[in-house]
């Protein structure tokens, strides 16, 4: 559905046309393509290529060859080649001329997360400085590659580790039922898909007196908060969470 998003806004739809036209490509997503997949790499490459290029706007030919399989970084490569861009995962909507379109994969920096981290490090190196006088001989680093290509997520031979909070919060909402969760995302995200958010919060049981949790999505992609109207309804979001909750 987040790449159906991109497609739709691409040509213009949004608002009610948008959330009307991604409601059946959810239910399509959660329905007749997972039965296409789970029938098998070449059968379910056979049952859905049409309508996941129709849904996507990718060429026929390359849903084809990926037996209807889109991984992100296909999507950001390949939907905009005809006007030499290529998009950004973390807001599909934004896209930087292709520097390499003879690579089979993206090449250049990334038109969000490149163009954003040293702005944001120097605000928050002049934030702290100049607003909270705090001085430290430590540098700052808005995001650590050492860390995060080195992250222990659990993996063993009898176990596949991932990333994920979903017990954690669960316990924190049986020890506190009066926790208030709301759960923001872009519709053009693709690092973090909106419908992935959804599935996951349907897969965990509800729980005796605890508050549901809030499930939002916006116009804007992963830092929906660059846009001023993301802004206003994250805020909008954050007010009606702690209203509900006094």
Known sequence: PSLAAVRL???????????????????????????????????????ASQRVADITGLPLDLVQRNSARIPTGLFAREFARASGKVLSPYDAMIGTADIAPESARIAGPDPVLDRSVPALTSAFVGYISDELNFRTDVSYRLLNGEISHNWDY??????????????????????????????????????????????????????????????????????????????????????????ATQ
Do not use: C, W
């Open 154 to 243: 659990g993996t063993s031979a009898s176990r596949q580790g991932y990333a994920g909070v979903m017990d954690d919060l669960q316990r924190a909402r049986s020890l506190n039922p009066s926790l208030g969760v709301v759960i923001v995302n872009g519709y053009t995200d693709l690092v973090t898909p909106y419908l992935a958010s959804r599935y996951l919060v349907n897969q965990i049981p509800s729980l005796a007196n605890a508050k549901p949790i809030r499930l939002d999505v916006i116009d804007g992609g992963h830092m929906m908060y660059f846009r001023s109207d993301g802004r206003r309804a994250l805020k909008e979001a954050a007010s009606e969470l702690y209203q």
């Open 9 to 47: 806004r691409a040509e213009g739809v949004s608002g009610d046309a948008l959330r009307e036209k991604l409601a059946e490509v959810e239910h399509y997503a959660l329905g007749d393509y997972l039965t296409a997949l789970a029938s098998g790499l070449e059968q379910g490459g056979r049952l």
